[in-house]
T-cell receptor, first 113, second 113 residues
């Protein structure tokens, strides 16, 4: 079945540091890939997505590239801010019509001033 | 606010009691999803509706759980005879076919004593 594996957190960085959160997946077919962010006390928000191999999703300085050969979708940001502190979830959705995502366990990011 | 709303935000109940949660999706969205999220885990799919039809239920959804979306707008999730293992955050999300982006509500945190 489909599964998503994320690096364990927490990831602790200083402001302006480079961020990478690793995500690998197992899936049948050609899934779409997503990164969601969850700020404290809030629901999940879609951060970025990619729908086919070699696509790059980007938003708010975050980027991730759909790598079919390595089954990966690593999240990167060149310079993190304190306001980026949150939990980040990698997810994939099935091909077909239901779009039900399978989520990873989440990676907590803590950014210090 | 035109986002997804959930009520209540927090619920504390005693084991064996019944509880009901409500989700109001974004008004023009025709799909509505329920998820359960436990501490340190990503959301797990429970069920989803397209308009008023319940199209899929997860094996996680035991017979103590029932969900409805009677008029294709808001939805309710009822848990009968609650158990301590039901303690979790219950998330609702909505989307508009054919787009696969889901918009999440803030969740209802259930604590079963």
């Amino acid at each position: 079945g489909n599964s998503v594996t994320q690096m364990e957190g927490p990831v602790t960085l200083s402001e302006e540091a480079f961020l990478t959160i690793n995500c690998t997946y197992t899936a049948t077919g050609y899934p779409s890939l997503f990164w969601y962010v969850q700020y404290p006390g809030e629901g999940l928000q879609l951060l970025l997505k990619a729908t086919k191999a070699d696509d790059k999703g980007s938003n708010k300085g975050f980027e991730a590239t759909y790598r079919k050969e390595t089954t990966s979708f690593h999240l990167e940001k060149g310079s993190v801010q304190v306001s980026d502190s949150a939990v980040y979830f990698c997810a994939l959705s099935r091909s077909g019509g239901s779009y039900i995502p399978t989520f990873g366990r989440g990676t907590s990011l803590i950014v210090h001033p | 606010d035109t986002g997804v709303s959930q009520d209540p935000r927090h619920k504390i109940t005693k084991r064996g009691q019944n509880v009901t949660f409500r989700c109001d999706p974004i008004s023009e969205h025709n799909r509505l999803y329920w998820y359960r999220q436990t501490l340190g885990q990503g959301p797990e799919f429970l069920t989803y509706f397209q308009n008023e039809a319940q199209l899929e239920k997860s094996r996680l959804l035991s017979d103590r759980f029932s969900a409805e979306r009677p008029k294709g707008s808001f939805s309710t999730l009822e848990i009968q005879r609650t158990e301590q293992g039901d303690s979790a955050m219950y998330l609702c999300a909505s989307s508009l076919v054919p787009y696969n982006e889901q918009f999440f509500g803030p969740g209802t945190r259930l604590t079963v004593l």
